[in-house]
């Protein structure tokens, strides 16, 4: 995979994001399942996944600042989202020292 997009979220400590499928990359690469390549950065979050656009009953995941997430292959089409960010859960030297603004920054890497 060589990645040609990265998309940034930046969330603020009430930020969330629908359960939703990534499907705007070309119809070629989604057919090959080329993963989404997702980085978080500050605070955690509960991440949701599932199957189908059922946020009762999708699984939860807490990502935490520094964990990659890759979802590709027969996962590429999951329904995924953001149902909270948790406050006060970076590591401090993201605050005080790199001086990023109290939430969470997300970075998705994809080839379109
Ligand atoms: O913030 C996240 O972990 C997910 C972002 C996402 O799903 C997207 O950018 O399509
Ligand atoms: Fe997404």
Redesign the pocket.
């Known amino acids: 995979m060589s990645p040609n997009v990265c998309?940034v979220?930046f969330?603020n400590d009430s930020g969330r994001?629908g359960l939703?499928q990534?499907r705007d990359e070309s119809k070629e690469r989604l057919e090959k399942g080329l993963p989404?390549v997702?980085f978080?950065i500050g605070n955690s979050?509960e991440?949701l996944y599932s199957d189908v656009r059922d946020v009762d009953s999708a699984e939860k995941v807490i990502?935490e600042s520094g964990d990659v997430?890759i979802f590709g292959g027969k996962s590429r089409h999951i329904f995924?989202?953001?149902s909270c960010i948790k406050p006060k859960t970076a590591p401090q030297l993201l605050n005080d020292d790199a001086n990023l603004r109290p939430g969470?920054l997300?970075l998705?890497f994809r080839q379109y």
């Open positions: 998309i979220n969330y994001l939703h990534d989404v997702s978080s979050t991440f990502l997430l995924h989202g953001v969470r997300n998705t």
